[in-house]
């Protein structure tokens, strides 16, 4: 498996990837709806302008992917993700790992839905942590933020 820089050509596959990685998400709130299920492709492509978009490529396909852009002295880390039958064989670890070599800075954030514990678990064995903050989305959906904090930027 390798980790590379997706391009334009790849969000129609990396689109199809983010409904089946989110939809265990849609149906545990309750919401076929939340972000980023309804995302378009055009939606997608003007997403892309302003972030850097990463992808796990085995055999010729995406298997998983990750976006990071900065805010300030913080990169924001979002939507990591994989197949499903390609999940818990350290793919997103790899992704997380690849976004910070990426960026070489000294703060990372993300958000993870409060119910995802699969998540929250993983981003906390690489070194995240929550930072009691929450965002509501929807009715159903609300978000937690975690944090990650090196010494100093590689």
């Given at each position: 498996m390798e980790i590379v820089r997706a391009c334009e050509d790849d969000l129609p596959e990396i689109l199809a990837l983010q409904r089946l990685a989110f939809y265990d998400n849609s149906i545990r709130y309750g919401d076929p709806n939340m972000p980023p299920m309804p995302q378009t492709l055009d939606e997608l492509r003007a997403e892309s302008k302003g972030k850097v978009f990463l992808k796990a490529i085995e055999n010729g396909k995406i298997v998983g992917t990750i976006r990071g852009h900065m805010d300030g002295?913080?990169?924001?880390?979002?939507?990591?993700?994989?197949?499903?039958?390609?999940?818990?064989?350290?793919?997103?670890?790899?992704?997380?790992?690849?976004?910070?070599?990426?960026?070489?800075?000294?703060?990372?954030?993300?958000?993870?839905?409060?119910?995802?514990?699969?998540?929250?678990?993983?981003?906390?064995?690489?070194?995240?942590?929550?930072?009691?903050?929450?965002?509501w989305e929807t009715e159903t959906l609300c978000f937690v933020r975690m944090r990650k904090e090196k010494n100093s930027p590689p």
């Open positions: 002295e913080i990169c924001r880390v979002s939507k990591v993700m994989v197949l499903p039958d390609h999940q818990n064989r350290g793919i997103a670890h790899k992704l997380l790992d690849a976004i910070e070599d990426e960026f070489r800075v000294r703060v990372f954030e993300l958000k993870t839905g409060y119910l995802d514990d699969k998540n929250i678990h993983l981003y906390k064995k690489v070194g995240y942590v929550l930072t009691g903050e929450k965002f």
